[in-house]
């Protein structure tokens, strides 16, 4: 398997087939003595700001938690022993249900667009 090009930006979904988002950044542990082993993914517009350099993922993160709290002021991340199926979606066991993962959409919808005449 190669990282990037098996993990990276491919479509996450809970173990109901929920969209969840995609693979934005890959965490894993450098070991001494060993090779590095992933734990875990995040997902979120911090995680992707963080590829394009550290001005970006600090002002995305200081835009996330001055909308929505400190706590959404990190990615989201996923432990990778969570994996369920790697396939054309990456499959975690888990319910999106129970995890503020879908924080900001609520947001929005509450703050911005539950507030457009027709919307």
């Known amino acids: 398997m190669q990282l990037l090009r098996d993990i990276l930006d491919k479509q996450v979904v809970d173990r109901e087939q929920v ?3 995609k693979v934005d950044s890959i965490v894993a542990e450098l070991r001494p003595g060993k090779p590095p082993r992933v734990t875990a993914v995040e997902l979120g517009s911090i995680a992707l700001a963080r590829r394009l350099g550290p001005a ?3 002002w ?3 835009l996330a938690a001055r909308l929505s709290g400190k706590q959404q002021a990190r990615p989201h991340r996923i432990a990778w022993n969570k994996v369920r199926d790697i396939g054309v979606d990456i ?3 888990l319910d999106v ?3 503020r993962i879908f ?3 609520d947001w ?3 703050h911005v667009v539950g507030r457009i005449p027709g919307a």
């Open 97 to 99: 249900r129970r995890t």
């Open 19 to 21: 969209k969840i988002g």
């Open 56 to 58: 970006p993922a600090r």
């Open 108 to 110: 929005l919808r509450e």
């Open 103 to 105: 924080a900001w959409q």
């Open 60 to 62: 995305t993160a200081k």
């Open 91 to 93: 499959e975690f066991d």
